[in-house]
C-alpha cells in the first residue's frame, strides 16, 4: 500500500491507471463494510475528465489502500432514466439519516469487455453514497426488475446520436 498523508489534509496515492494523485480529504468516500467483494477495502474516491466535470459520463472508482483497484461506474440514470431500486431501510443507515434525493449519488458499476459493443451495468447492486457525510453502500437490490448485466452500449449510441 502507498499511501502518504500530507500535511494539508490530502492523501497521495500512486494508482496504476491514473499513475500519482493527490486527493483532499474531503474527496474521500468512506465503504465502512467495504464493497461487494472486496471488503477490506473502505476508502475511495471519485474521478472523471475534468473537462467534462459532473458531466461526465464514466468515472473511476478508485481505491485508496489498492492502487492496483478502479473500477468504471455511471449514473444509472443515464441508461434507465427513472431507475429507482428497493432496499430495506435499515441498510441504508450507515448513510446517516439525510437520505435526500439532493444528498444522495447513486452509481452502477460498468463492465467493458474486448468487445465493447458488449458493455453491461450492474443495476442490481448501485453504489449509493451521501454527499453530505461522504458515507457510501454498496447494496443488492430487492427489486427483479433490475439485472446484474444489462446492456448499455446500445443505448448509449442512441443518446449520443441524439445529441448530436
Request: proline letters at 5%; zero cysteines.
Given at each position: 500500500?502507498?499511501?502518504?498523508?500530507?500535511?494539508?489534509?490530502?492523501?497521495?496515492v500512486?494508482?496504476?491507471?491514473?499513475?500519482?494523485?493527490?486527493?483532499?480529504d474531503?474527496?474521500?468516500?468512506?465503504?465502512?463494510?467495504?464493497?461487494?467483494?472486496f471488503?477490506?477495502?473502505?476508502?475511495?474516491?471519485?474521478?472523471?475528465?475534468?473537462?467534462?466535470?459532473?458531466?461526465?459520463?464514466?468515472?473511476?472508482?478508485?481505491?485508496?489502500?489498492?492502487?492496483?483497484?478502479?473500477?468504471?461506474?455511471?449514473?444509472?440514470?443515464?441508461?434507465?432514466?427513472?431507475?429507482?431500486?428497493?432496499?430495506?431501510?435499515?441498510?441504508?443507515?450507515?448513510?446517516?439519516?439525510?437520505?435526500?434525493?439532493?444528498?444522495?449519488?447513486?452509481?452502477?458499476?460498468?463492465?467493458?469487455?474486448?468487445?465493447?459493443?458488449?458493455?453491461?451495468?450492474n443495476?442490481?447492486?448501485?453504489?449509493?453514497?451521501?454527499?453530505?457525510?461522504r458515507?457510501?453502500?454498496?447494496?443488492?437490490?430487492?427489486?427483479d426488475?433490475?439485472?446484474?448485466?444489462?446492456?448499455?452500449?446500445?443505448?448509449?449510441?442512441?443518446?449520443?446520436?441524439?445529441?448530436?
Amino acid at each position: 500500500m502507498r499511501l502518504k498523508w500530507s500535511e494539508k489534509s490530502m492523501v497521495e496515492v500512486d494508482t496504476r491507471i491514473f499513475g500519482r494523485i493527490a486527493i483532499e480529504d474531503e474527496k474521500v468516500i468512506r465503504f465502512e463494510h467495504g464493497i461487494l467483494g472486496f471488503p477490506d477495502l473502505k476508502d475511495f474516491t471519485l474521478i472523471f475528465n475534468e473537462d467534462k466535470g459532473a458531466e461526465s459520463s464514466i468515472k473511476w472508482l478508485q481505491s485508496l489502500q489498492e492502487p492496483a483497484f478502479a473500477m468504471p461506474v455511471m449514473n444509472p440514470d443515464l441508461v434507465i432514466p427513472g431507475y429507482s431500486p428497493k432496499f430495506s431501510a435499515d441498510l441504508l443507515n450507515p448513510l446517516g439519516d439525510n437520505l435526500d434525493s439532493e444528498n444522495i449519488l447513486m452509481f452502477v458499476t460498468v463492465t467493458v469487455p474486448k468487445d465493447i459493443t458488449k458493455t453491461t451495468v450492474n443495476l442490481k447492486a448501485p453504489i449509493i453514497v451521501s454527499i453530505e457525510n461522504r458515507k457510501a453502500v454498496q447494496l443488492i437490490s430487492d427489486d427483479d426488475a433490475y439485472s446484474v448485466k444489462h446492456a448499455i452500449y446500445e443505448e448509449l449510441m442512441a443518446q449520443k446520436a441524439v445529441q448530436a
